[in-house]
């Protein structure tokens, strides 16, 4: 409980305030995301997205305004525990949103598992959050790195696709993705011959690119995102292998880049929960709304915010903003339908998105909806005890 509210629930107890002035209290909201780095677009994007849900409310949740406390994470995981604590000891934030890098999440997991916060997590897919780290207190947006792995090891696989290549950053996000990807690929007759990485936010691909010429896979399999995405897909085809060997990924690779990637993007299939042409009421209304108020087009990123904003809305909702009320808050959210426009999505038992999983290509600088790849893909949530 913040000491704010400590102070007022105080006060009240001893008849000094009339109690209308509990229900005015802002709830403290941590925004802990990139704002800064090769991630810091997709930050910005997860908090407009929040913004615009709350701003749709009247500026309200449960009957309570937001105050927002924001700290730029820069996507480091070294700095994680300590930018997390400020935001729980320091500023005693009620919810933690946050955070887009795998290895910030799982550093803010650990701190809101000990310390009992609520954390919403708007994006980073880390497996272990919803996973051997799952906690009641615990809710995910997104995905899980696993979803749009699988979804694309199957879709490659049913293609009669027989060996890949796969290339990612060194770190949590890419091998798990890389690890859902070869799963059902494998399962499904196909053969992963080389698994490449670099080191996170690295760029240098060139070499890499080299061994893939060498290899000549029949595809290849990749996970980059943000600023890192732009160039990789740019580096592919220039490089000339654009033509022999198709590029697929999750599409991380291709939202929210495309003004920037041009032609380079041009075709490219991705799998993702999210897609552009959707064209459902509930999509539509929300595009337009997003466009009116920043000026720009949403992205997956933008949609994971808008439905961290309804898990908390709809949690706050059944307690009337009284987050004290923790038992009750988690048991509403985790029961909540969220009205995405993604389309609408449950929580599973163990608080991560069962949603459709998205086959999209690029085409005229969108990622096309072409498909249903998994129909309400559920994570595994290996480990979770709860
Ligand atoms: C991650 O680190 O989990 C992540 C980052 C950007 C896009 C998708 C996943």
């Known amino acids: 409980m913040s000491l704010m509210r400590t102070m007022i629930l105080a006060t009240a107890a001893l008849g000094l305030v009339p109690a209308g002035a509990l229900a005015q209290a802002k709830l403290k909201v941590g925004l802990m995301l990139p704002y800064t780095g090769t991630y810091a677009a997709l930050g910005n994007a ?18 309570r305004e937001i105050e927002f406390i924001k700290v730029d994470d820069e996507s480091d995981p070294s700095k994680a525990t300590d930018n997390v ?34 954390l919403i997590v708007p994006n980073a897919g880390a497996d272990t959050v919803t996973g051997a780290m799952c906690a009641p207190n615990i809710f995910r947006s997104s995905f899980s ?53 670099l080191p996170f936010p690295n760029v240098e691909f060139q070499a890499l690119l080299t061994e893939i010429a060498a290899a000549k896979p029949d595809a290849v399999f990749s996970f980059f995102a943000g600023g890192g995405a732009v160039k990789f897909v740019k580096d592919y085809a220039a490089a000339g292998l654009k033509k022999s060997i198709p590029l697929y990924g999750t599409g991380f690779l291709t939202d929210g880049t495309l003004e920037a990637q041009g032609e380079a993007a041009e075709g490219v299939q991705t799998t993702l929960h999210y897609a552009d042409g959707l064209n459902t009421p509930r999509d539509n209304a929300f595009r337009l709304a997003y466009a009116k108020s920043y000026k720009l087009q949403p992205d997956v990123y933008a949609v994971q915010g808008y439905d961290a904003a ?19 808050f988690i048991a509403a959210a985790r029961k909540a339908r969220i009205d995405s426009p993604r389309g609408a999505f449950s929580l599973s038992a163990a608080h991560n998105p069962v949603q459709d999983i998205y086959l999209r290509q690029v085409s005229a600088k969108e990622n096309k909806v072409i498909g249903v790849a998994s129909k309400a893909l559920t994570d595994p949530a290996r480990g979770c005890k709860m």
């Open 310 to 328: 309804q898990i908390l809305g709809s949690g706050l909702a059944a307690v009337k903003g009284d987050v004290a009320k923790k038992a009750e």
């Open 85 to 118: 604590n400020k935001l729980v000891k320091r500023d005693n934030v009620d919810v933690i949103v946050g955070s887009v890098h795998s290895g910030v999440a799982m550093a803010m997991a650990k701190v809101a598992k000990d310390s009992g916060t609520l």
């Open 145 to 197: 790195n696993w979803q749009p792995g699988y979804a694309m090891g199957e879709v490659l696989a049913k293609k009669g696709v027989k060996t890949a290549v796969t290339i990612t950053w060194k770190y949590a996000a890419g091998d798990e993705m890389v690890r859902g990807f070869k799963e059902a690929f494998e399962k499904g007759g196909g053969k992963v011959t080389k698994e490449l990485n």
């Open 46 to 63: 997860i908090e407009n997205g929040f913004r615009l849900y709350v701003a749709e409310q009247g500026g309200k949740l449960g009957g």
